[in-house]
């Protein structure tokens, strides 16, 4: 059973790099799929931010592009999320999801982890 | 604004049938793209509910289902239960923006 871990620091401040991890567990990333970070701000919906193709391709979301970038680990099994230039905006629940390669669900999803940004 | 529209909030009694819409302007979905929906309990990650229009995962109860027809897709629950309160989203590929877009959201109130 595939299962998916979000970690990382809760708190960063404006204007600095938001660094996010998601451990992978019960399936070798580079085997294949793509893997996905998506968003949720507090009482709001889900924003997709971007992805990883197994063999390393990326694809953000072309409003967050310039600050966003998804790399994978392949000796860790885990893949991560950088968000430079941080703002309030920017403060969410942050998930990790798996997705299959020629297919637009995406499941599972980890557990999320919450990004406060504040001074 | 979402580039999915949802209904903000549904509502039913226990053992009604309750039905949520997702509809795109465009002609995201008559290119053919697929419309997911996942379950949101509170406090929890999302959940894949409905993959592909209509496919039910793996431990789906059958009382949800889901359509497409056009540019709409909807998700129907059906024998209301109090554990289905929950958010709903639909997802999909959106060409133009050459990504993956959510629809607002709906939350179930089961009364």
């Known amino acids: 059973q595939v299962q998916l871990q979000e970690s990382g620091p809760g708190l960063v401040k404006p204007s600095e790099t938001l660094s996010l991890t998601c451990a992978v567990s019960?399936?070798?990333?580079?085997?294949?799929?793509?893997w996905e970070w998506i968003r949720q701000p507090p009482g709001k919906g889900l924003e997709w931010i971007g992805s990883?193709?197994?063999?390393?391709?990326?694809s953000y979301k072309p409003s967050l592009k310039s600050r966003v970038a998804i790399s994978v680990d392949t000796s860790k099994n885990q893949f991560s999320l950088k968000l430079s230039s941080v703002t309030a905006a920017d403060t969410a629940v942050y998930y990790c999801?798996?997705?299959?390669?020629?297919?637009?669900?995406?499941?599972?999803w980890g557990q999320g982890t919450l990004v406060t940004v504040s001074s | 604004q979402s580039v999915l529209t949802q209904p903000p909030s549904v509502s039913g009694a226990p053992g009604q049938r309750v039905t949520i819409s997702c509809t795109r302007s465009?002609?995201?979905?008559?290119?053919?793209?697929?419309v997911h929906w996942y379950q949101q309990l509170p406090g929890t990650a999302p959940k894949l509910l409905i993959s592909?229009?209509?496919h039910r995962p793996s431990g789906v109860p059958d009382r949800f289902s889901g359509s497409k027809s056009g540019t709409s897709a909807s998700l129907a629950i059906t024998g209301l239960q109090a554990e289905d309160e929950a958010d709903y989203y639909c997802?999909?590929?959106?060409?133009?923006?050459?990504?993956?877009?959510f629809g607002g959201g709906t939350k179930l109130t089961v009364l």
């Open positions: 999801a798996r997705r299959p390669v020629n297919f637009n669900w995406f499941d599972p």
């Open positions: 019960g399936y070798s990333i580079s085997s294949g799929y793509c």
């Open positions: 990883i193709h197994h063999s390393g391709r990326t």
């Open positions: 465009s002609s995201n979905f008559g290119a053919g793209y697929d």
């Open positions: 592909d229009n209509t």
């Open positions: 997802q999909s590929y959106d060409n133009s923006l050459s990504g993956w877009v």
